[in-house]
């Protein structure tokens, strides 16, 4: 703030700024020093800011008036306020005068200043603030997994750390009196947690070292009690059923709690303290804890990353027969928290954003430097007459000032409102965005907006106005009333800009061809499913104490379903196809070398029953489904897996597969699949029975293929699970579709998003382009008028001005060609089976600018065309 | 040396810089706070125009700068004659200005 201070006395006078920069700078530290509040310090900088111009005005004035009378202005103040008001008036009548001038003006930079300010108040909340957290830029994250029991045991022994946090989230059935069982999302926490989080309780107490033994303390998030209790503080202190056992609620969260995402998922409803007597936490492979955390003062990520080498030395070295499995020594590096709350791929993305938008406000201040360009010219006469009347420089441009003033405040409070609308609107999509919650329009985004329109403003707006006030007087004059033609510096200049105007269109129009494009090819990936009449289920559970139950339970359920009427087959899992988008692996994934000459693979492998090839509709290419409970070790799989490694599917057959721990033989091959997402390769996988590895888990999911229309049967779906399961929560019922559709809403954004940028883009180059255009024909209407009275052709007219803006289109197509080629390779990430180079795209995108160049240029050339000879040479 | 009442009257903010200068030199700080106090806050000064009346001041003779106690930064300023004598004839114009102006309250 004072750097920029400091720079903004630039605005001084030099001679001013040498002499008593310094002091002013110290005078101003002196007084922030000497304010004792917040308030008032941020009046004494609004008033440091706000008066200097001001103040350089004066000065300016008074080094002349010094040296001219030998008399200062001790009135100081000059015309001061009364003189800006009446200019700021006159300002506003003259725009009035020019309303097209005018409000094409305010909407372009509008448009621009909104899409940037808006652009800026989603990366603003979802990278550049602080996590809500005290402390929040010392809070780093323990990458590599989850982590096991030994490894917490010892995190007191990194002492980088001042203190550490370890979480594990699960879903779980609530149980109440009086209220049917719902699932909430859980999270197992240590102590630590509500002290490096800040989280403080509206009602009772939060958690406390102390308190063990998993969710017989209970701990309630605003949100849940608000959603699940009304918000009745009598629940503290009350019994509630977690996950089967009963619990006691202790506190409630306050409000202003954000969830740590990365931890714990934005929507957790139910804290419990840490179960440090799970024997499971006595077990190197039981990897179930995320951590954070929080750096000791003066500690380095470098220290605590060193601490932590330690730590996993001294694990493996416990644990050695669990470890010499491992070919490399196990690392944990910590990232920042920050950085890893919003992911890698949001960041790149926004980035992008960011670029699109600024493109996009180029094109908007190039219009709208083109329209005051234009009218800077076209004010010429006036200007020499209001000079040669005895108009100083300075009171012209403080004229120019005040418009480019008035059209600048207009834009913003324009764009502002338009930046509002977008955030709103973009509310709907926030879940897809971490930290995406935040996101509003406030104090912070508004300044930036602001800073947004005087830049703007002043760049675009003035620079043009300044040089139409240093034409040279007498020429102007003597062209007189005839009116000036442009000079050919300013016509360069406007060919320039509508150049450039049209290249960074042609750049933001194949970027969106780009995104779309990658979008319909994913949306045209043969998943290998047959998704109609398939609802999914998802159940949470209670984890049954052995494998074996689990897997008895769930048949059981399954069994039911298959009994009700209209179903013709159903089927469960862990985890079934696009249940877990996004991920690579969910329940088991492996590296895997299929045979002895192939190099090693990562096998994503699936537990199913005998009935999830029917249910999903997919095809066994070669070999059989797996019998009812059988007990050889066997394994199905996928026809790109057999054609790796064997050569084809039928000779996959009969060969030995190694998956989850146990050498299996291959019995049948099933067609190619999609399982985690329709853009997330799925080559190499393998299913094996679920029965014959049975694991506890506290969830498990339906399929179900329904004859003809499900949605009648939702009701008989849940009774059917309840009468053999009736302590289960209310069921969820989605299509497979639904979900497969939800797996590509991102990219629809994106591609929206861009669409959207691009259109904004051309609609702003047409513009722009017909905006010159019609600009000069009208400035070359006695041209015109003598060319067509001395016998040209209206269609000659008509050719020569659409030809002149498709030479102008065409060198920007080939400058926004050169550009794409080299921006478009920071898409590559976003793209799908498009080459970031697409032929396709850019052509069609070049073709897209070039047609909008001739449907821009035509209603000009009609008017040039429509000249009436006789009226352009009456004039003269 | 010209009649000093020649640049009367004097704006507000001058003649409060003057008035607390007179009672002895201050650095800019010192005068923003002393101004904003014998105004009861009705003046207040953000740096960049308190140097630049301060600049004028020193040009026209009415103020001087001295060694101060502050640093190189903190530039102190003292009253001169001249700017006493400008004092001095402002506050006897208000002077009579009010006797003649409290009659007309009644």
């Known amino acids: ?244 056992r009963s619990g006691e609620v202790v506190g409630v969260l306050g409000e202003d709690f954000v969830p740590p995402q990365a931890l714990t998922g934005r929507d957790v409803d139910v804290l419990y303290p840490m179960n440090w007597n799970n024997p499971n936490l006595e077990r190197p492979g039981y990897h179930a804890h995320s951590v954070v955390g929080r750096l000791a003062p003066g500690a380095s990520i470098e220290q605590a990353d060193a601490d932590l080498v330690r730590v996993a030395d001294d694990v493996m070295a416990a644990y050695a027969e669990h470890y010499s499995e491992y070919s490399e020594p196990v690392r944990w590096p910590v990232e920042p928290l920050a950085a890893i709350t919003v992911g890698e791929g949001i960041t790149r993305g926004l980035a992008l954003l960011l670029g699109a938008v600024a493109l996009l406000l180029l094109v908007a201040c190039s219009n709208v430097a ?101 034409r040279d007087l007498h020429r102007v004059l003597r062209s007189g009333a005839r009116g000036a033609s442009s000079s050919r510096t300013v016509q360069a ?41 398939v609802v999914m289920v998802p159940l949470s559970v209670s984890a049954p104490e052995t494998g074996d139950a689990y897997v008895q339970m769930m048949t059981t359920i399954t069994e039911a379903v298959r009994q009700v009427p209209g179903i013709e087959t159903a089927t469960w899992s862990g985890e079934l196809p696009f249940e877990n988008v996004g991920g690579s692996s969910c329940c088991w994934a492996m590296r895997a070398q299929l045979t002895e000459d192939d190099e090693p693979t990562r096998l994503a492998g699936h537990s199913v029953d005998e009935y999830f090839f029917s249910t999903f509709g997919t095809e066994l290419v070669a070999g059989r489904n797996f019998l009812p409970g059988e007990t050889e070790p066997v394994a199905i799989v996928g026809e790109r897996t057999a054609i790796r490694g064997w050569g084809s599917a039928q000779a996959a057959l009969g060969e030995i597969i190694e998956a989850r721990g146990e050498a299996r033989r ?121 060319r067509l009275a001395l016998g040209a052709g209206r269609r000659r007219i008509e050719r020569a001005v659409v030809g002149r803006a498709l030479t102008l289109g065409a060198g920007g197509v080939v400058v926004g060609i050169a550009l794409s080629w080299y921006v478009t390779r920071f898409l590559e990430s976003f793209l799908f089976r498009v080459a970031p180079r697409d032929a396709v795209s850019l052509v069609g995108a070049a073709a897209v600018l070039l047609a909008v160049t001739a449907v821009a240029a035509w209603f000009p050339a009609r008017r040039a065309a429509g000249t009436d000879p006789l009226e352009t040479l009456r004039v003269e | 040396m010209t009649d000093p009442n020649d640049v009367l009257p004097l704006a507000p903010r001058d003649l409060l810089i003057l ?38 001041m020193r040009e026209q003779g009415w103020v001087g700068e001295c060694d101060g106690d502050g640093s190189d930064r903190r530039r102190t300023h003292e009253i001169t004659a001249r700017g006493r004598a400008v004092l001095r004839a402002e506050v006897e114009r208000l002077d009579r200005l009010v006797k003649h102006a409290r009659p007309a309250l009644g």
């Open chain 1, 370 to 470: 083109h329209l005051f360009l234009a009218r800077g010219i076209g004010r010429t006469q006036e200007m020499s007459v209001r000079r040669a009347l005895g108009a100083s420089t300075r009171a012209l441009v403080g004229q120019l000032a005040a418009e480019s003033a008035v059209v600048g405040a207009a834009a913003g409070i324009g764009g502002v409102a338009l930046a509002w609308l977008t955030l709103r609107g973009f509310g709907r999509w926030t879940t897809a965005l971490p930290r995406g919650e935040a996101i509003s329009m406030d104090l912070r985004v508004v300044g930036f907006a602001l800073l947004l329109s005087t830049a703007t403003v002043l760049v675009f707006g003035l620079l043009p106005a300044i040089r139409s006030t240093r």
């Open chain 1, 666 to 786: 291959i019995v049948g091959v099933a067609e190619h699949t999609l399982h985690y997402g329709l853009d997330i390769p799925h080559d190499i996988t393998a299913y094996i029975p679920l029965w014959q590895n049975p694991f506890s888990m506290p969830w498990a999911s339906l399929a179900v293929k329904t004859r003809g229309d499900a949605s009648g049967l939702h009701d008989d779906l849940r009774a059917a699970i309840w009468s053999v399961a009736p302590e289960l929560p209310i069921p969820t019922v989605t299509t497979l579709d639904a979900m497969i559709d939800e797996s590509t809403s991102t990219r629809r954004f994106g591609g929206a998003l861009a669409t959207s940028f691009g259109v904004l883009a051309l609609v702003l180059a047409a513009g722009g382009l017909y905006g010159t255009l019609l600009y000069s024909v009208g400035e070359q209407r006695r041209a015109i008028g003598i």
């Open chain 1, 1 to 244: 703030m004072l750097r920029l201070y400091r720079a903004s006395l630039r605005l001084l006078p030099r001679e001013v700024r040498e002499e008593d920069g310094a002091a002013i700078v110290a005078t101003l530290e002196d007084q922030l020093a000497g304010a004792s509040t917040e308030t008032e310090r941020t009046r004494i900088w609004l008033r440091a800011f706000v008066r200097l111009p001001g103040a350089a005005m004066g000065m300016a004035r008074d080094a002349r008036s010094v040296r001219g009378s030998g008399r200062g202005n001790p009135q100081g103040g000059g015309d001061g306020m009364y003189g800006m008001i009446r200019t700021l008036r006159l300002a506003l009548r003259t725009l009035m005068k020019a309303p097209a001038f005018t409000w094409a003006s305010v909407l372009l930079l509008a448009l621009g200043i909104g899409a940037g300010t808006a652009a800026f108040g989603i990366v603003d909340h979802v990278l550049l603030r602080p996590l809500p957290y005290p402390q929040a830029e010392r809070l780093v994250y323990m990458t590599n997994g989850s982590h096991s029991g030994p490894t917490l045991r010892r995190l007191d022994a990194v002492h980088a750390f001042d203190a550490w946090v370890a979480t594990s989230e699960a879903t779980l059935n609530l149980a109440r009196p009086d209220a049917e069982p719902v699932r909430v999302r859980g999270a197992e926490v240590t102590a630590s947690f509500f002290s490096v989080f800040g989280a403080t309780p509206t009602v009772g107490r939060v958690l406390v070292e102390g308190d063990e033994g998993g969710p017989d303390i209970v701990v309630l998030t605003h949100d849940a009690w608000q959603r699940l209790w009304g918000g009745d503080p009598a629940v503290v202190g009350s019994t509630i059923e977690l996950a089967g």
């Open chain 2, 19 to 56: 008035v607390v200068l007179a009672e002895g030199p201050l650095h800019g700080y010192g005068i923003v706070k002393a101004v904003e106090e014998r105004s009861e806050a009705g003046v207040l000064l953000d740096p960049a125009n308190l140097y630049r009346v301060l600049r004028r």
């Open chain 1, 493 to 533: 200049l406007r060919s320039g800009l509508v150049v450039g105007e049209v290249a960074v269109s042609l750049v933001l129009v194949t970027l969106a061809g780009l995104l779309m494009r990658s979008f319909v090819e994913v949306a045209r990936q043969d998943t290998g499913i047959v998704s109609d009449n």
